[in-house]
């Protein structure tokens, strides 16, 4: 009958889609990316915040820098442990982590995040000095 | 009190203790694992079995619902749509159906007020499902970018579109909107929250709401919730949690360490989502392109529509009724088709 | 009737459109008197050959059934499941978002929540769900799921016998979920048990013997058209000769035998007679009458879909004995139902019949190439569009008519621009009721689908409402007093509706109004029209009326 065509055939279709990152993929390995320590990060051993926190919700503290900062005027941040930083993506943040494509970019390409940041601030600001 | 939507929100509620308790008892391979192929192999599995089952009965009739004008004269304009003569008047009811919801669009409310029945424009309810739907899909296209990699351009187009509006709030103890507000979460919640409430609010949707009504809007709201909070409060390592959504979808599944709980919580109701679909009404999915009501052609006098099971039945024939009524027949001056002297000739035959 | 009706006004302030507190799983169905009709005849049921005739009466406890009933209906149900893809895919997707719920014309009527379609349709799909699904059965009763029992019965028979399969609801579900389907596939079980009511049974059976519902034999009903000839000669001075079972005419003519039998519809019938003898005469046009395909209607319809093939089986077996070019068809509501979607694939292909064209304006009938049937007022649209009809429509003016649009040919075949176009022409005054009461949109009269019995009067009242409600909004209007429909069950049932609800507005089919203004070569003066009124004081009267408007 020919509706039983139409219907098969719709039904594939949507199955298909259903599963299309399965077939898509094809069972190729995707090894999630791994993030480069510059030397200086390194030799650091931890950020301003415990690792786990700055994984998950660095934006966060970075937006608080940025309210606090042009707000407020206050440019020194003191962390739990009582250390100061001079709160600067540019000058701070990336002084350590100054490979940016290598540490920024390759986690939030991997998660399709495209932050503002950089609509601002540029890149690397030691090179560009 | 309704035993119906407690019921539902009690389901919902043990659904999210056993994935909580699950998540902190460690079981990340079943909840992150084993129960997630589960859940796709029942849906696809029933979703199929259903169509095809749907499928196995045929459409003997042509009966679609004319909402229009039908095709007649040259001088009368036809409803192409809604009373469409053509496959591709067909293509573009169901389309319309299924993109606008064009036949919810005609909803109206009855009011009996001074003995005057009035039918207003009632569109809450098509807006409220138009955003409902459209708000899914998006959530359900954005999602692809924790299977996909690299993340499709498209996605990413979408993305943009979702986040265009920005709301960041911070003030001392309330900090949100970071990362990029998608607004179709948020639209989602308001729909699902929408429908849910009316349902109980409108005393003749409660009349006929059953259990399995109010389960699937309280399990969308615990997902679009715990996605939520995921995504704004309790944030989760995003890179972690797409390692193990992309080794699910390689075959090579893994469960990374440090995924917070809300993720398990939130995957596990997905989980249950996609298992109970194919068993429910939401099959009105697939069921909405099969109804016979609007996917046929309403020129059934010009072309013939075949019935696979049309079995003769027995009729009275002319014959018969002849046989009864011949004198009065006669008598009347109807014509017959064997004149009186002959029908009493072959009775007599009959009888030697 | 002995007892008082209550006022129309009683009535209106007693609707209550919330739902009782009470379940409606937990809520037992009362059958009330004036809200049912009576049980079939088994003479009728045996007649038929139709499963398990016998005497029983519904508001008894013991409804005489067989053995297994239980088991006939599971089998039934199952058996109907594999044959309808509507049925299957409208017992699993129905979302009850409640869309349906305020658009049947009996819960608007009457209040009662299972009248809401979603719930007629639950009252099946609760068994479905018990019988044909394990999750369903599992959770049982909160999900909707209950076993077949006595009670449900008595609940189906209730309310599938309280939908006029009007379809209003199919068209403003998301997915077109019809409940007429659901209630053909009731009621079509109901008969597996012998429970059809005496209103269906009876007629059906009259119409297999005798080739109409009022089971008028062959001479009777020729003396019934016989008589409308004396009448149209008094009224007109013209004697028309209307052709019987004539082989080798043009076209073959088949009705509702309502027309024959009952006012207004009568008049309608006149206007038919009227229609062919202008024909005759001015064209040549030869079209015959049939005493063994007398019913155009079509009962069996409303009993079940081997039922309805039967009684239809005699309009092609007739145009094929007496050899005529194709069919035309009267004004009528569900036998276009069910000549436009059911008869060609029931009982065709008709490849013994020539495509239509009418011979007099050489319009080829695209839209009824196969089926070979057309529509009496497509076909008068047609002689008036190409200007074949002498017309004085002045004859009508004492008229405001509006136009009821039928159920069945409104939402089963799109059949709104043709009537009005005839009335335009034959009416210089026709006013339209409000946009949510017509065309598709349309309401029932309440008395559709086997329920225009007399012992259900409360249901037909409550039933056409809506219709009555809206009529009343154009009477105070405008002015309105002549309510147009093409459906002999309208004829009937819309009558009683108004002389209930908006007393002063008449009913006449659309070919009543065509005869009245119909020029018939030699007639006379005409200072009446068919029903006799004279016509200076019918518009006596409406200039009255106007002046007091």
């Known amino acids: 009958m020919k509706d039983k065509r139409w219907i098969v055939s719709g039904l594939v279709v949507f199955l298909l889609i259903v599963l299309f990152p399965f077939w898509y993929n094809r069972g190729r390995a995707v090894p999630p990316p791994e993030v480069k320590l510059t030397e200086k990060a390194k030799a650091e051993k931890e950020c301003v915040l415990a690792r786990d926190y700055m994984k998950a919700e660095h934006m966060q503290i970075l937006d608080l820098w940025r309210e606090t900062v042009v707000r407020e005027g206050n440019r020194i941040y003191t962390n739990p442990k009582g250390r100061e930083f001079v709160m600067s993506l540019s000058n701070t943040c990336l002084d350590c982590h100054s490979n940016k494509a290598e540490f920024c970019d390759k986690c939030h390409n991997y998660a399709s995040v495209r932050p503002y940041c950089w609509d601002c601030h540029i890149e690397n600001p030691k090179e560009a000095r | 009190m309704n035993t119906r939507y407690l019921f539902a929100f009690l389901v919902v509620f043990v659904l999210f203790l056993v994935s909580w308790l699950g998540a902190a008892a460690g079981l990340g391979w079943l909840f992150g694992v084993v129960i997630p192929y589960a859940a796709v192999v029942v849906f696809v599995v029933g979703f199929a079995r259903k169509v095809l089952s749907w ?26 749509i809604d009373n469409p003569a053509s496959n591709w008047g067909v293509f573009l009811r169901l389309l319309f159906e299924v993109l606008t919801f064009r036949s919810l669009f005609r909803n109206t409310r009855m009011r009996l007020k001074e003995e005057k029945l009035t039918y207003q424009l009632e569109i809450f309810l098509w807006v409220g499902a138009l955003a409902f739907h459209y708000a899914f899909l998006t959530v359900l296209l954005r999602h692809t970018r924790f299977f996909l990699e ?171 009724y002849e046989e009864e009524f011949r004198d009065k027949m006669v008598e009347a001056g109807l014509p017959v088709e064997k004149p009186l002297a002959d029908a009493a000739d072959e009775a007599a035959q009959e009888k030697e | 009737m002995a007892e008082a009706k209550p006022t129309p006004q009683d009535v209106l302030h007693r609707i209550q459109h919330t739902p009782p507190r009470s379940d409606w799983m937990e809520t037992p169905v009362e059958i009330r008197k004036g809200m049912y009709c009576y049980a079939a005849n088994p003479k009728s049921v045996a007649t038929l050959g139709l499963p398990h005739p016998h005497a029983w009466n519904p508001v008894e406890d013991d409804w005489h059934l067989p053995e297994n009933w239980q088991q006939i209906l599971h089998e039934g149900f199952k058996e109907r499941l594999e044959r309808f893809r509507s049925f299957k895919v409208f017992m699993d997707i129905c979302v009850r978002c409640g869309a349906c719920a305020d658009k049947c014309h009996y819960f608007i009527g009457t209040g009662d929540p299972k009248n809401m379609p979603v719930l007629r349709a639950e009252l099946l799909r609760s068994v479905y769900r018990n019988d044909f699904s394990r999750m369903g059965r599992l959770l049982g009763k909160v999900n909707g799921a209950r076993p077949m029992s006595f009670e449900v019965l008595r609940e189906w028979w209730y309310y599938l016998f309280q939908c006029s399969e009007c379809r209003r609801c199919s068209l403003f579900c998301p997915y077109g979920i019809d409940t007429a389907e659901i209630t053909i596939m009731g009621r079509e079980l109901l008969n597996l048990l012998g429970l059809n009511i005496d209103w269906i049974a009876t007629p059906v059976a009259n119409c297999y013997m005798n080739g109409n519902h009022l089971g008028i034999q062959p001479h009777a009903f020729k003396d019934m058209i016989d008589f409308f000839v004396d009448d149209i000669e008094e009224k007109t001075g013209v004697r028309v000769k209307p052709r019987f079972m004539e082989k080798g005419a043009d076209i073959l003519f088949i009705t509702p035998s309502g027309d024959v039998f009952a006012d207004p519809g009568t008049y309608t019938a006149m206007g038919y007679l009227m229609l062919f003898h202008y024909l005759e005469e001015k064209y040549g046009l030869k079209v015959t009458w049939s005493t063994y395909a007398s019913e155009g209607g079509n009962f069996g319809f409303f009993t079940s879909h081997e039922t309805m093939k039967r009684l239809n089986a005699k309009m092609y077996a007739e145009a094929k004995r007496l050899k005529v070019k194709w069919i035309l068809g009267g004004e009528c509501g569900h036998m276009w139902r069910v000549i436009h979607q059911y008869m060609d694939t029931m009982n065709g292909p008709a490849d013994f019949l020539e495509v239509p064209v009418n011979p007099i304006t050489g319009t080829r009938f695209e839209q009824a190439r196969s089926t070979k049937m057309v529509h009496l007022v497509e076909f008068t649209a047609d002689l008036i569009h190409h200007g074949k009809l002498d017309l004085d429509p002045r004859r009508n003016d004492y008229l405001k008519v509006t136009f009821h649009d039928s159920c069945n040919p409104s939402r089963g075949m799109g059949f709104f621009e043709e009537p009005r176009y005839v009335i335009r022409n034959v009416c210089n005054h026709f006013y339209e009721m409000p946009a949510n009461t017509i065309r598709e949109q349309t309401f029932c009269c309440g008395s559709g689908a086997g329920l225009n019995a007399g012992e259900n009067m409360e249901l037909r009242l409550a039933g056409g409402l809506p219709r009555a409600n809206a009529v009343q909004h154009v009477h105070r209007k405008y002015g309105v007093n002549m309510l147009a429909c093409i459906c002999a069950i309208d004829r009937a049932a819309l ?44 518009m006596a009267q409406a200039e009255g009326q106007s002046d007091e408007g």
Not at chain 2, 177 to 198: E, I, K, M, Q, T
Not at chain 2, 299 to 313: C, E, G, L, S
């Open chain 2, 150 to 320: 690299p993340t499709p351009w498209c996605i990413q187009v979408l993305e943009t579109l979702d986040s265009f509006f920005r709301v960041e709030i911070l003030y001392p103890g309330v900090q949100f909107g970071l990362p990029a507000v998608y607004l179709s979460g948020f639209v989602l919640l308001a729909a699902v929250v929408y429908l849910a409430l009316r349902r109980i609010v409108i005393p003749s949707v409660r009349y006929v709401s059953l259990a399995s009504d109010y389960f699937p809007l309280l399990l969308i709201f615990g997902i679009a919730f715990s996605g939520i909070l995921m995504r704004y409060v309790t944030k989760v390592d995003i890179r972690a949690v797409k390692e193990l959504t992309l080794g699910l979808v390689t075959f090579r599944p893994t469960v990374p360490e440090g995924i917070g709980a809300v993720f398990y919580i939130h995957l596990f109701l997905v989980c249950t989502l996609l298992a109970y679909f194919p068993y429910s009404k939401l099959m009105h999915l697939g069921g909405v392109f099969l109804s016979p009501t609007r996917n046929l052609r309403g020129d059934t006098r010009a072309y013939r529509h075949v019935n696979p099971w049309n079995y003769p039945v027995p009729v009275h024939t002319y014959e018969e």
């Open chain 2, 55 to 80: 499928a196995a009965s045929p459409v003997p009739f042509a009966i679609p619902t004319t909402a229009g004008q039908g095709r007649s004269f040259p001088w009368i304009p036809q409803a192409k």
């Open chain 3, 495 to 538: 009558p009683a509706l108004m002389d209930y609800w908006v007393p002063g507005v008449q009913v006449t089919g659309v070919h009543e109004l065509v005869a009245n203004a119909l020029n018939l070569p030699g007639q006379n003066e005409r200072t009446t029209n068919l029903r006799g009124e004279e016509f200076e004081e019918l």
